[in-house]
């Protein structure tokens, strides 16, 4: 586990395992990880906005709850990206299959959740 972590903080450990793959993948590997930091700093923004911006909703502390899911969404993918690009380099290394990941699909299904889920408080809201 901690091998792992070491990797995050000190990617010159990567160069000692394998070989050294072609430095397109690894700049793709690397772009891939920019993406996803993007995709939590929206996360965290968003969580911020609500924080600051949303209206008080019908349901008592629903802005805060939404908030704090964004913030802790955000910081997950952020871990998320970190772990990913580390093991992925390393499978690239040693020319073993890239790491699988369900993250993506969670991802996707807790945000199209939260959307719902505002939406029928919006609704709600509304009516």
Not at 2 to 27: E, I, K, N
Not at 62 to 91: N, Q
Request: contains cysteine.
């Amino acid at each position: 586990m901690f091998g792992g972590l070491l990797q995050w903080f000190d990617p010159a450990r990567a160069t000692t395992v394998g070989s050294q793959p072609d430095y397109r993948f690894s700049l793709a590997n690397e772009r891939t990880f920019l993406a996803w930091i993007r995709t939590g700093l929206a996360l965290i923004a968003g969580g911020l906005a609500c924080a600051q911006f949303l209206p008080p909703l019908p349901i008592a502390r629903l802005r805060e709850v939404i908030s704090v899911a964004l913030l802790v969404l955000g910081g997950l993918v952020a871990l998320r990206a970190v772990d990913h690009w580390a093991r992925t380099e390393r499978a690239m290394r040693l020319g073993t299959d890239l790491p699988k990941s369900r993250f993506p699909a969670v991802l996707a299904i807790v945000v199209a959740v939260g959307a719902v889920l505002l939406v029928a408080a919006v609704l709600f809201r509304v009516f």
